[in-house]
């Protein structure tokens, strides 16, 4: 069984920087990729970046693109989310999750960001 915790968020001012991490924990033999969503209140989950874990390709929301990057310290089967230039409207619940190859996708609890003066 896979367990998928985040850690790292919290109160950043705008134009600042976070990192979240993602642990993965557990049987990941069958892991295909971890992505990365996001929710603010009263709106949708989207998703903002995705690892393929065989090849390290990475992939970005537009809005996410040359601020975010998604990277892997392969050792501990960690995801990290390098968060930069930071926004007010990226104030959202964050979230990782699990994809295998086959089976059920895996979620984490999420981590709150919060973008503020």
């Known amino acids: 069984q896979v367990q998928v915790v985040e850690s790292g968020g919290g109160l950043a001012q705008p134009g600042g920087s976070l990192r979240l991490a993602c642990d993965i924990s557990?049987?990941?033999?069958?892991?295909?990729?971890i992505d990365w969503y996001r929710q603010a209140p009263g709106k949708q989950r989207e998703w903002i970046s995705g690892?393929?874990?065989?090849?390290?390709?990475?992939t970005y929301r537009e809005s996410v693109k040359g601020r975010f990057t998604i990277s892997r310290d392969g050792t501990k089967n960690t995801v990290f989310l390098q968060m930069n230039m930071l926004k007010p409207e990226d104030t959202a619940m964050y979230y990782c999750k699990f994809v295998p190859r086959q089976g059920d996708d895996v979620w984490g609890k999420g981590t709150q960001v919060t973008v503020s003066t």
């Open positions: 690892l393929t874990w065989s090849d390290g390709t990475r």
């Open positions: 557990g049987n990941i033999a069958n892991i295909f990729l």
